[in-house]
Nanobody, 121 residues
Framework: QVQLVESGGGLVQSGGSLRLSCAAN????????MGWYRQTSGKERELVAV???????EYGDSVKARFTISRDNAKRTVYLQMNDLKPEDTAVYYC???????????????WGQGTRVTVSS
């Protein structure tokens, strides 16, 4: 019912910046929550940042001072501005979202396919 399409990943040197975007496609009447998670091989997927229902951003401890999440409701898109990137930020970044599909209150929660971020030292 909904597709989440990430973009903006790539290769960057330590200290550089990237901006990720995630667009929600499909029949949607409202955004409940959208956020970013990341995962490396053999490790648990972890929270990076989330734009909550209350409109308050939440960040993982390791990125709190360097990353900024924002959302454009009209475009149904969430962004992640990543500054001062470090090699330990290297991972596949996944978009997650929960949406209201109709005025009855039907919701959908799912994940994008991921975008790779590689930070070289």
């Amino acid at each position: 019912q909904v597709q989440l399409v990430e973009s903006g990943g790539g290769l960057v040197q330590s200290g550089g910046s990237l901006r990720l975007s995630c667009a929600a496609n499909g029949t949607i009447v409202g955004i409940n929550e959208m956020g970013w998670y990341r995962q490396t091989s053999g490790k648990e997927r972890e929270l990076v940042a989330v734009h909550t229902k209350a409109g308050v951003p939440e960040y993982g401890d390791s990125v709190k001072a360097r990353f900024t999440i924002s959302r454009d409701n009209a475009k149904r898109t969430v962004y992640l501005q990543m500054n001062d990137l470090k090699p330990e930020d290297t991972a596949v970044y996944y978009c997650n979202g929960e949406f209201t599909l109709d005025f009855v209150g039907t919701t959908w929660n799912g994940w994008g396919q991921g975008t790779r971020v590689t930070v070289s030292s």
